[in-house]
């Protein structure tokens, strides 16, 4: 018989699924891979994304993972903030270790 209530699982793996997408959307849209995710898992999602764009059009499918992004900041406002700051170092301390990628992204969290 099926549990009532109580299923904490589902929220975990929503949310995990929520940071993955925010860290695609925040650096891994464009034709670079992002540099937060791994290709096992970008590369499904920029096929869809292509999928999309010829159904669509690039303006609709933009305009609609700019209000998908949106909305995932205001639902999951720390994780937003981490995956920016976590972005951000990787992109200005590229070829540096990861420990200071690291404590660059924790001082850009605390500012």
């Given amino acids: 018989m099926a549990r009532r209530g109580g299923g904490e699982?589902?929220?975990?793996?929503?949310?995990?699924?929520?940071?993955?997408?925010?860290?695609?959307?925040?650096?891994?849209?464009?034709?670079?891979n992002s540099p937060l995710l791994p290709a096992a898992i970008e590369d499904p999602m920029d096929r869809v994304l292509a999928a999309l764009n010829n159904m669509f059009g690039h303006e609709w499918v933009d305009r609609g993972l700019n209000y998908l992004?949106?909305?995932?900041?205001?639902?999951?406002?720390?994780?937003?903030?981490?995956?920016k700051a976590a972005y951000w170092?990787?992109?200005?301390?590229?070829?540096?270790a990861?420990?200071?990628?690291?404590?660059?992204?924790?001082r850009a969290l605390r500012a």
């Fill in 69 to 83: 992004q949106t909305q995932l900041e205001l639902a999951m406002p720390g994780a937003a903030a981490f995956v």
């Fill in 9 to 32: 699982a589902g929220k975990v793996l929503l949310a995990v699924g929520g940071v993955i997408l925010l860290a695609w959307l925040v650096g891994g849209r464009g034709k670079d």
């Fill in 98 to 106: 990861g420990a200071v990628k690291k404590q660059a992204a924790l």
């Fill in 89 to 96: 170092a990787e992109q200005n301390y590229r070829g540096q």
